[in-house]
């Protein structure tokens, strides 16, 4: 039994999901896979429940009516996986943005390094971005710059999806209470945690923008993070 399982939530990812579901069976250090469908119309949870078959009692899918949005479908994964006592909570995209690779550094840093938060960091060490536009990149890191500057938060890629959790700290969050759906959510998460003074490092990886499929990027998603954000911020203060 894996003491570690991988969230990998999925619309449309027909094109990518049964390689990387491969390549991360292939690796050295055992990880079971949790695939959190949104009723994908081209065939992406068809697929999971065929390699199901390959990977018994290692792939598990769990199927939703509809979209509604990244941070839900995290919840519940999370839910799930708390209730199935994994250890190790990954958060991963589907689209091979994240090198199946870095998820046993992001391992090690909390089971051997101690960390409790694992956040595979674009900008800890520069800017690691491959192939995206140079107005991306900039209001990619601008925006995490902005973050950390409204919240105080000692973490330079604050928006980052590709991060390790280790199953008490998701227990201590009120998951229930959170209140982004968009990718704010990597933001709100990483925030109840700093504020309950877990122990969060950023491990270096390089992103690598999707070459199949299609982003699921919006400007709705972008006007919740930077109005949010000062919302969180807010709450706290007055809070206190």
Known sequence: MANAVVIIPTYNEI???????RNIFALQRAFHILVVDDNSPDGTAQKVQELQGFYK??????????????????????????????????????????????????????????ADVAIGSRYVTGVNVVNWPMGRVLLSWGASRYVRFVTRMDIYDTTAGFICYRSKVLKTIDLDNIKFVGYAFQIEMKYKAYLK?????????????????ESKMSSGIISEAIFGVIKMRLQHLFKK
């Not at 003074?197 to 499929?213: A, L, Q, S, Y």
């Open 15 to 21: 094109d990518n999901i049964e390689r990387l579901l």
């Open 57 to 114: 009692e290692k792939l598990f899918l769990l199927n939703r009516e509809k979209k509604n949005g990244l941070g839900t479908a995290y919840i519940a994964g999370f839910k799930w996986a708390l209730h199935q006592e994994y250890d190790y909570i990954f958060e991963m995209d589907a689209d091979f943005s994240h090198n199946p690779n870095d998820l046993i550094r992001l391992y090690n840093a909390c089971a051997k390094d101690g």
């Open 197 to 213: 003074k877990f122990k969060i490092v950023e491990v270096p990886v390089v992103f690598t923008d999707r070459t199949k499929g």
